[in-house]
Nanobody, 119 residues
């Protein structure tokens, strides 16, 4: 059974930082792209960032504007999202997801972790 478990969410003031972690289990994630998404109240879920299995290729949403970095430790089956210079508009539930490289849709999803940024 594949599981993605996020952690590291919390409440911070604007300008602060958080590091989210996503621990994957239940299969080997070689050749899987790992991604982060978020969903704010009343809004649709949106893409935040992704990283290939090798870690060489990363993608970010435009709104990240260089504030976030994504990394992964394949030995630990864990992916990280370092978020700096947080803004109130970053407030959302953040989800970890996984998809096989080359496919469009993410197949596996975590339960989400809440990030709240106060002004």
């Amino acid at each position: 059974q594949v599981q993605l478990v996020e952690s590291g969410g919390g409440s911070v003031q604007a300008g602060g930082s958080l590091r989210l972690s996503c621990a994957a289990s239940g299969r080997t994630f070689s050749n899987y792209v790992m991604g982060w998404f978020r969903q704010a109240p009343g809004k649709e879920r949106e893409f935040v960032a992704s990283i290939t299995w090798s870690g060489i290729s990363t993608r970010f949403a435009d709104f990240v504007e260089g504030r976030f970095t994504i990394s992964r430790d394949n030995a630990k089956n864990t992916v990280y999202l370092q978020m700096n210079s947080l803004k109130p508009e970053d407030t959302a539930v953040y989800y970890c997801a996984a998809k096989y490289s080359g496919l469009q849709d993410y197949r596996y999803w975590g339960q989400g972790t809440q990030v709240t940024v106060s002004s």
